[in-house]
């Protein structure tokens, strides 16, 4: 079996790659196809995030590990239309043991740029129930995920780190006030009412606002959101005939294209008179036209630039760290020992054939001696000599898996096929 995850986060790119190489919540179905079409009994997961993007691929027949990332590095190259050798420097290609000690840091939030959020376990299980409801995922990829969500719930229980301002949003929000002396009066204007649009809001309304624009696709949704905070609902295009109004814009949606272009902050400004624009894009394609921080008194912001604010937010955690690892140990060995275990599946299910069948065999013989049996008395029988060949295997089952976990699983299953004769059919 090989398990491999191929990916790249904000450690190791800068989010003009990321949003180069993500995908959108619409593309992951065909997308998973796409990645399985040329391999037969795999599992597979795309993680898609503002800060990561990530192939998780299973196979179940051994597939040599380097092409399994070479086939994730060519889907994505493929999929995006960018040659491979525009970010395979920025890749991790990780296999076995690291593959699953990374989703466990992944979703027990130990890998984020806000080291404690919540939000990115949301995320990851979005991404598995995903897969999952496209039935890409397999037996191996279903447990690597439930462990990962046990795991992440195991370290928020058992560690302080899930305490204080632990989200972008928040971290955003810090960085506003830093730039304003406070926040009183402002006019805020949120684009994007999805779950990281709500958690931002909820932020800010601590820190004492003036009006609140909420912007959507979807005038529903927009109105929705902007009822529980008191604030006045818009639709994407009428953001360019509000956007002067607003000193702070926090964007965060799930759009593939930009929804602001400089022109618009060109517009703004004028209108402005020159006072100063806040913008901080937390979304993945971002939202913001780049240029858009040339125009005098805008001052743009992404996901990158929040670098400095979140490391004063590692500092702090420093020493939850080694708690949450431990933890996160521990998890791996277990899972590792049970993915140890199914290579003894095979050999287990060759035994207990092999003993059923002499069984049969036997049984048969036994039947066809005793005519006068009744019906009922041969199932009795029959019956009785299940039970016997199933309590024979319960205990050399159990320590075939115990010996397959503890020591080499290539000469275990060796001896035990010698031992009950099963070589020739192997």
Same mark, same amino acid.
């Given at each position: 079996?090989?398990?491999? #995850?191929? @990916? ?6 800068? *989010? ?5 190489? /993500?995908? &959108? =919540?619409? %593309? ?85 740029? #806000?080291? @404690? ?6 995320? *990851? ?5 995903? /897969?999952? &409801? =496209?039935? %890409? ?290």
């Amino acid at each position: 079996m090989s398990l491999v #995850v191929v @990916g790249l986060n904000h450690h190791t790119s800068h *989010v003009d790659l990321r949003e180069r190489l /993500a995908f &959108s =919540e619409e %593309a992951i179905p065909v997308a998973l196809w796409e990645l399985r079409r040329h391999l037969e009994n795999s599992g597979a997961v795309i993680v898609s995030t503002c800060n990561r993007v990530e192939v998780y691929l299973h196979h179940d027949f051994g597939e040599p590990t380097e092409r399994l990332h070479a086939i994730i590095r060519h889907f994505l190259s493929e999929w995006h239309q960018i040659h491979e050798s525009e970010f395979r420097d920025a890749l991790y290609q990780y296999e076995g043991r690291e593959t699953v000690e990374h989703i466990f840091r992944v979703a027990a939030s130990l890998d984020s740029m #806000v080291i @404690g959020e919540a939000q990115v376990l949301g995320q *990851v299980q979005e991404a598995y129930l995903a /897969a999952q &409801s =496209e039935g %890409a995922t397999d037996k191996v990829m279903n447990a690597l995920f439930q462990r990962a969500f046990a795991v992440a719930k195991n370290v928020r229980t058992h560690s302080t780190l899930g305490e204080g301002k632990v989200s972008i949003s928040s971290v955003a929000v810090d960085l506003a006030s830093s730039i304003f002396d406070a926040l009183d009066g402002k006019t805020v204007m949120v684009i994007g009412s999805g779950e990281m649009g709500g958690l931002t809001l909820s932020n800010l309304m601590s820190r004492g606002l003036g009006k609140v624009l909420v912007a959507n696709r979807s005038k529903d949704r927009a109105q929705a959101l902007a009822e529980a905070y008191h604030g006045e609902p818009l639709v994407f295009h009428e953001l360019p005939e509000y956007l002067h109004q607003a000193d702070i814009v926090i964007s965060a949606t799930g759009a593939p294209d930009l929804v602001l272009y400089q022109r618009h902050f060109e517009q703004a400004m004028t209108i402005r008179k020159g006072r100063p624009m806040f913008i901080i894009d937390i979304a993945v394609p971002r939202d913001v036209d780049a240029a858009a921080n040339t125009v005098d008194g805008v001052y743009l912001y992404n996901v990158d630039d929040l670098e400095a604010v979140v490391n004063q937010n590692l500092n702090a955690r420093h020493g939850e760290i080694d708690t949450c690892m431990a933890i996160v140990e521990q998890g791996v060995s277990q899972f590792m020992a049970w993915m140890k275990g199914l290579l003894a599946e095979p050999t287990i299910v060759s035994v207990a054939e092999e003993l059923h069948a002499i069984r049969e065999r036997e049984l048969d013989k036994t039947l066809a001696s005793l005519p006068d049996l009744t019906e009922k008395q041969q199932h009795e029988i029959r019956y009785l000599t299940e039970r016997i060949v199933g309590n024979i295997l319960q205990r050399p089952m159990t320590h075939i898996k115990h010996e397959i976990t503890h020591h080499d699983p290539g000469t275990v299953i060796h001896l035990v096929k010698r031992i009950f004769g099963l070589e020739e059919t192997s």
